[in-house]
């Protein structure tokens, strides 16, 4: 960014109090500030050293001066009543250099910061390696410091707002584009992988597709930013089956081709102990029957065999190739007491049965041996640097299950491999269904583990959320990068959302889609963030061709 000359903006006002917090401005004459400017001040101290006081405009106000009533303004309108417009704006401190706590004396001098003076307020000069995040009101970049993205200094980002507004998930895939379109990965960048789970609609299915309706004023807006205009250039798509399809294609409706369908056989299920994925709904949190859950899943494991190699299993002489026969299998020993453990009730057992029972339905098509066994039916990130998991047309139950058992599956990868180094990025909408606030479920777990331990094993999650106060605590506070967008009134004044000032919770509440609210641990006050539209497309209608295809045609 080239300097420019200082614009001068005003004066600090003398009637209200000036601290080293924050103070109040008359704008002069003919200038104009907006929300979210940046402004200097200047006061030289008697021993003549110079206090530079930077800070963010957070609100701007006019009113005239010398009317005493309300209706004065219709005399002041036509000429009777003598009286000025003024103008005068609040601004709240974000970096005194050199830290000398004083206040701005009143007639001191206010200009808008440009260039380094802006990056010494936002305290961009202090980052070495920041990321592009959006563009400010004035059209300038703005930045977040990658080092409290991928475990540096801190970790993880946490999204909130209203669903289908917010523009939640929309915001997650554009850091994730800015990020592998940056040079901040360096030599990692090429084994930098992402995992995200799509969990409404098919809108992230066309990540690698280019979007053939963005505005030109859109691609300059990723000129602005450094980055090119296109889509993502390596994306996976796995699908759960289509149910009673005996070819088992992927279920979704929207795309043909580059799909894969991802299911687990009955011997990963036995061998993985995945077992206790199954009881993962609020229900099963009410039922003591998480020992006979680990029961079942050892006696499966330690009394059966793989039998063939098309992911089948034997146990006591019966050969399982559904999850069908292997749920019929566990109530028959069951009901029959041979597989009964001690010190459980009738009444527990058979809350696990109904439960068990109750999964056939959900999980019946993703846990099968019953097909010719695909090399690609396991979700992995070794494939792509983004991997998209659709779980959109599954029932929440399934969700459940998939999420936890991929999420355990990468956490161990990533564990068993003793390297931070490249990074996985989890992205996982509704957090609130998987990692709620009250109680306790093998999913809560891991995504704990991620919170707390990602840091140091190279997992950053990327989590959103409608309700910040409906998520478990210690995931939210492990997040150093806090965004929201669009916000319900109510679930604005909650006490989570501590890291926005009372103007911008207001401002949250009107926020149109594309705006966001960031907060990083070097600003001291929220960056107010407008990013592009995607650049891929998010449906059917808006999808160019990918490198090396043709034009889809429409179906």
């Known amino acids: 960014m080239t300097d420019e000359a200082p614009m001068h903006a005003g004066r600090v006002l003398g009637t209200i109090d000036a601290t080293p917090l924050g103070y109040s401005f008359a704008l002069e004459t003919g200038a104009t500030v907006q929300l979210d400017d940046v402004v200097v001040t200047t006061r030289t101290l008697p021993d003549g050293q110079a206090v530079a006081m930077s800070g963010v405009v957070t609100e701007v106000r006019a009113h005239h001066e010398g009317a005493r009533f309300d209706s004065d303004v219709f005399l002041i309108h036509d000429g009777v009543l003598p009286a000025d417009v003024v103008e005068a ?105 992402a995992l995200i789970f799509n969990v409404k609609g098919e809108d992230l299915l066309f990540l690698d597709h ?64 995945l077992l206790p ?18 029961w079942i899943s050892s006696k499966l494991l330690r009394d059966g065999r793989p039998h063939g190699d098309d992911g089948a299993w034997e146990i006591e002489g019966t050969v399982l190739r559904t999850y069908h026969g ?18 459980t009730t009738m009444g527990t057992t058979n809350a696990f049965i109904r439960r068990l029972l109750s999964s056939i339905r959900s999980l019946g098509h993703l846990i099968r041996a019953d097909i010719a066994l695909r090399k690609r039916h396991t979700v992995r990130t070794s494939d792509a640097q983004v991997t998209v998991v659709d779980l959109h047309n599954l029932p929440d139950r ?5 999420v936890g058992v991929t999420v355990k599956r990468a956490f161990e990868e990533k564990e068993n491999s003793g390297l931070a180094r ?86 949250a509440t009107i926020a149109k889609p594309g705006t966001m609210f960031v907060s990083q641990p070097e600003i001291p006050v929220p960056l107010v963030v407008e990013f592009p539209f995607p650049a891929w497309a998010t449906r059917p209608d808006e999808r160019g061709p990918s490198p090396g295809q043709a034009v889809p045609e429409d179906p």
């Open 398 to 402: 399934a969700k459940r299950f998939v």
């Open 89 to 193: 704006a609040d601004v709240m401190m974000t970096r005194v250099e050199p830290e000398i706590y004083v206040p701005p004396l009143p007639g001191a001098a206010v200009r808008l910061a440009i260039g380094k003076e802006r990056d010494e307020a936002l305290y961009f000069d202090k980052m070495d390696r920041r990321l592009a995040i959006g563009l400010g009101r004035d059209g300038q970049q703005l930045y977040a410091n990658f080092e409290f993205i991928d475990g540096t200094r801190g970790a993880h980002i946490n999204i909130s707002g209203i669903s289908g507004v917010a523009t939640k998930t929309t915001y997650a895939t554009f850091l994730l584009y800015s990020l592998f379109h940056s040079r901040l990965l360096g030599a990692e960048g090429a084994n930098t992988k």
């Open 277 to 294: 994925f199954v009881f993962v709904d609020p229900e099963d949190e009410r039922h003591q029957y998480t020992m006979l859950i680990h």
């Open 422 to 507: 490249p990074l996985l990025f989890l992205v996982l909408d509704e957090l609130n269904k998987y990692a709620p606030r009250e109680g306790q479920s093998p999913i809560k777990e891991i995504l704990l583990d991620v919170a707390e331990r990602g840091r140091s094993l190279g997992i950053i999650l990327i989590g959103a959320q409608q309700t910040a106060s409906e998520v478990e605590r210690r995931i939210i506070a492990n997040s150093s990068i806090r965004v929201a967008g669009r916000l319900a009134s109510a679930e604005a004044g909650r006490p989570e959302y501590g890291f926005l000032p009372m103007a911008h919770r207001a401002r």
């Open 210 to 273: 280019p979007n053939s309706r963005l505005p030109e004023a859109q691609r300059e807006r990723y000129a602005q930013l450094g980055l090119p205009a296109g889509p993502f250039g390596s994306v996976a798509i796995y699908a759960p089956p289509r149910r009673n399809d005996p070819n088992a294609g992927p279920d979704v409706a929207t795309r043909t081709t580059g799909v894969d369908t991802y299911y687990w056989t009955i011997a990963e299920f036995v061998t993985d102990e």
């Open 326 to 343: 292997l749920v019929d299998l566990v109530v028959d020993r069951l009901q029959d007491q041979s597989w009964q453990p001690p010190a």
